[in-house]
C-alpha cells in the first residue's frame, strides 16, 4: 500500500469515527441502527445542498469582485488589496446569499431562470440551516394529512438518490456557467 492509500484510508476511517460520534451504529436494538443510519443519510443530503450553496455564492462573489474591483483571473498580475478591496470584503460579508442572487441578477450575471433556481437553493438551503429534521411531512389544517414534504427538489423527495443526482445535475451546471462567466 502507498503513501496516498494509506492517507485514503486513514481520511475514511476518520469520517467513520466521526459519524459515529454523531450517529453511532452497533446498538443492540436494529430500530436505533436503522434511525440512526437514516440520520447519517439525512445528514449527507444535508451537506450535499450546503456544499452545492456555498460553492455558487463563492462563484457570486468571485463574479461581484470582477465587476467591481476589476480583478482579471486570467491576468498574471496579484490584484490589489487596498482600501477598496476592503470595502468591497466588509459589503460581502453583510450581504446574505438572497442580497447576492437579487445583486446578480440586476448585473445581468444571471439570467431569470438561473436566480429562479437558485433562489430555490437558497430555500432548501435555509431549510438545512434552520430545521433539525429534514425527512419530514408537513401536515396542514385541521385534520392533519401530509401535504408536502419538507426537504423537496422541483416538486420530488430530495432523498430519493435519483431526486438527488437531478439535483447536483442541475446546480453543478449553473456553478460551471458562472464559472464560464468569470473566467471569460
Known amino acids: 500500500m502507498n503513501s ?8 475514511l476511517a476518520d469520517v467513520e469515527t466521526i459519524h459515529s460520534f454523531v450517529h453511532p451504529l452497533g446498538d443492540p436494538d436494529p430500530k436505533q441502527n436503522l ?28 463574479l461581484f469582485a470582477r465587476v467591481f474591483l476589476g480583478h482579471d483571473p486570467n491576468s498574471k498580475k496579484k490584484a490589489r488589496k487596498g482600501e477598496l478591496f ?12 438572497e442580497a447576492k442572487l437579487k445583486l446578480a441578477r440586476l448585473l445581468r450575471l444571471v439570467t431569470k431562470e438561473q436566480h429562479s433556481k437558485m433562489d430555490r437553493l437558497r430555500t432548501l438551503r435555509n431549510k438545512c440551516a434552520h430545521s433539525w429534521m429534514l425527512d419530514v411531512i408537513h401536515k396542514r389544517g385541521r385534520k392533519p394529512r ?10 420530488r423527495n430530495l432523498f430519493d438518490l435519483r431526486v438527488l443526482q437531478d439535483f447536483m445535475r442541475a446546480y453543478s451546471g449553473i456553478y ?8 471569460s
Open 146 to 155: 401530509p401535504t408536502k414534504r419538507l426537504f423537496e427538489y422541483e416538486g
Open 176 to 183: 460551471l456557467k458562472l464559472f464560464e462567466k468569470y473566467l
Open 35 to 62: 434511525y440512526q443510519a437514516r440520520s447519517r443519510r439525512e445528514e449527507a443530503v444535508r451537506i450535499a445542498v450546503l456544499q452545492m450553496s456555498l460553492a455558487i455564492e463563492d462563484m457570486l462573489d468571485s
Open 4 to 11: 496516498i492509500e494509506r492517507q485514503t484510508k486513514k481520511a
Open 86 to 97: 476592503g470595502e468591497f470584503e466588509e459589503l460581502k460579508r453583510r450581504m446574505n446569499f
